[in-house]
């Protein structure tokens, strides 16, 4: 498979899951008849109450049918009880379809963050990626049949509408009129509604984004003194956000408000025209008492309905944000296959890189081969983009053109996770997960256990983790990392990259926050592993570019090699 066919297959995938998801997750469809029969059901029984009010004032009363009116009395109480059951029973499926669409659409989506490309993740802000995660809190309702529930009352409407006209005649032109009014002013109070969480949304994302940032880099904030300049930025941007949260209030209550003002003009102007038609005899009491119930429960669908396309504005924001989880291409086509075995010989051919179409190249022509088992050092300045050169070797980043290749096949023909089993990246500040000291060197796999200590064992962490109180079960990650200098978790973090015996290992200056002791067992570590796998390292530390056959000079995105000092070893740094 070329590089071209796999990035069309790659899009394709992408369109595909993007048309099918989060809509493919919902169970709706499986339950939709038993819904269906059920809101028949509950709709029917709430024309007793009516009709009984009819019998009543018309029949039972004039007649002093005691007995009758009893038996109506049981049979109204009948009416409502087994409703009320009919209301929790369709209130537990729906609950059911919710929560299996949460957790489905919840799995996938995470699913579909870590699948894609290292760029595509890193173009949006962390805040982004929670907001998009939390909009499945917004929508899962509306999956679930939230809408399609008052959709299926909204046909009894008609029936209600079509009771009041047999029983008052021109009397349902009260209700109808009205029940037009309200959809045209809740239509347009929903516009200003969706204007308003729209930009709500906006802004809530900004400040988000703010919080995160200042909380990853609270230590320079901190160190620099600057609590004042970024309370100030904060302050103004809660300013905005409280503006928005206003707004959003303000047509959130109008919505609210215009369903109480016409459920209760509805009933008043339904016993008003009544009452005019009943003094004429146009009409019984009894009737006009059925008609005002029946106006009143006419009105109630179209509250729902319109209560949910109130909501819809916020879930059709909720929406938009979960479906740019579902339309970001994957890392690659599925179907590609893992490497069994790895030699472990890298090659770039003619490689470059940059960012952004219209951004200058970080790399450019980049030449380079490396042997099974060689060590490769590469210097450069800082930002000369020696971690991106890395990022294109490990396959997390593609490059714009020519080829990074594995044991001479492309790395954009492998399956990417299959990949990483034999190409172990290790970064300059390795993260820690929420978790033990074992969990993070196994990965969270427990067969892994005795593979992991001896490979911390190697890195010289074996004393340290004993002189613990809970030793390997130590918890790390979050605020619990901080329990451990960072240069031990750097070392726990190399042997979590190591743990997998991989065939390349490249070396990001992963010693640059450990001690003393630290950088010699790590130094120990790759001399050891020398000459058993291909070792890359980026390094400024003369100690470790003596372990290099090769030395390369990295700068203005162009790859030299050094050549050597008369009498200095091929691979040995320059003073």
Not at 312 to 331: G, S
Not at 375 to 401: D, E, R
Not at 419 to 431: D, F, I, M, S
Request: with cysteine.
């Amino acid at each position: 498979m070329t590089a071209r066919s796999a990035r069309a297959a790659t899009a394709r995938t992408g369109r595909s899951a993007a048309r099918e998801t989060p809509r493919r997750y919902s169970t709706l469809g499986r339950v939709l008849p038993e819904l269906a029969l059920i809101s028949f059901v509950m709709n029917l029984l709430t024309l007793a109450l009516p009709l009984v009010l009819l019998q009543v004032y018309d029949r039972i009363l004039p007649n002093a049918a005691l007995s009758t009116f009893a038996l109506m009395v049981l049979g109204v109480g009948g009416a409502l009880i087994l409703e009320s059951l009919l209301k929790m029973g369709r209130s537990a499926i729906t609950g059911w379809v919710a929560a299996r669409f949460e957790h489905n659409t919840g799995v996938a989506a995470l699913r579909r963050l870590l699948d894609a490309p290292l760029q595509a993740f890193e173009q949006v802000g962390s805040g982004m990626h929670l907001e998009r995660l939390n909009a499945l809190n917004t929508v899962k309702d509306f999956y679930a049949g939230q809408a399609l529930l008052s959709l299926l009352d909204l046909p009894f409407v008609v029936i209600f509408l079509g009771i009041i006209g047999l029983l008052g005649g021109w009397l349902v032109l009260v209700p109808l009129v009205l029940l037009v009014l309200f959809i045209l002013m809740a239509l347009w109070i929903g516009e200003r509604l969706r204007r308003a969480l729209r930009d709500r949304m906006t802004l809530d994302d900004r400040r988000v984004n703010f919080i995160i940032e200042a909380l990853s880099g609270a230590h320079t904030l901190k160190a620099m003194a600057m609590e004042a300049q970024m309370m100030r930025r904060y302050e103004r941007l809660q300013e905005s956000c409280g503006a928005a949260n206003q707004a959003v209030t303000r047509a959130s209550a109008s919505a609210l408000g215009l369903g109480a003002f016409f459920s209760q003009i509805t009933m008043v102007g339904t016993v008003a025209a009544g009452s005019a038609i009943a003094v004429n005899e146009g009409m019984t009491t009894g009737a006009l008492a059925a008609c005002t119930l029946l106006s009143g429960r006419a009105l109630q669908p179209i509250q729902r309905a319109l209560g949910v396309w109130t909501r819809f504005q916020t879930i059709q924001l909720a929406r938009q944000r979960l479906h740019a989880v579902f339309e970001m291409e994957p890392e690659a086509p599925p179907g590609l296959p893992s490497p069994e075995t790895v030699d472990g010989r890298l090659e770039l051919r003619d490689v470059a890189f940059a960012f952004h179409p219209d951004s200058a190249p970080i790399l450019r022509g980049v030449t380079m081969t490396a042997a099974p088992g060689a060590c490769i050092g590469i210097a450069g300045g800082n930002g000369s983009g020696k971690t991106t050169l890395l990022g294109l070797m490990s396959g997390a980043l593609k490059p714009a053109h020519g080829t990074v290749a594995l044991d001479g096949t492309p790395l954009s023909a492998w399956y990417p996770r299959g990949l990483k089993r034999h190409v172990a990246y290790l970064p300059q500040q390795g993260e820690l997960f929420r978790g033990t000291i074992l969990d993070n060197i196994t990965m969270f796999d427990p067969a892994r256990g005795e593979d992991a200590i001896r490979q911390a064992e190697t890195l010289g962490l074996g004393p340290i983790i004993a002189s613990l109180p809970l030793g390997y079960d130590t918890m790390v990650g979050d605020s619990a990392g901080e329990t451990l200098p960072r240069g031990i978790r750097q070392r726990i973090a190399v042997a979590r990259a190591l743990l997998t015996n991989p065939r390349v290992v490249l070396f990001d200056e992963a010693n640059t926050a450990v001690d003393g002791t630290g950088d010699a067992a790590i130094k120990a570590c790759l001399d050891e592993l020398k000459g058993r796998c291909t070792l890359i390292l980026v390094t400024h530390r003369p100690s470790l570019l003596a372990l290099a056959d090769r030395v390369y000079d990295l700068a203005d995105g162009t790859l030299t090699p050094r050549a050597a000092k008369p009498g200095q070893k091929p691979g040995e740094a320059r003073p």
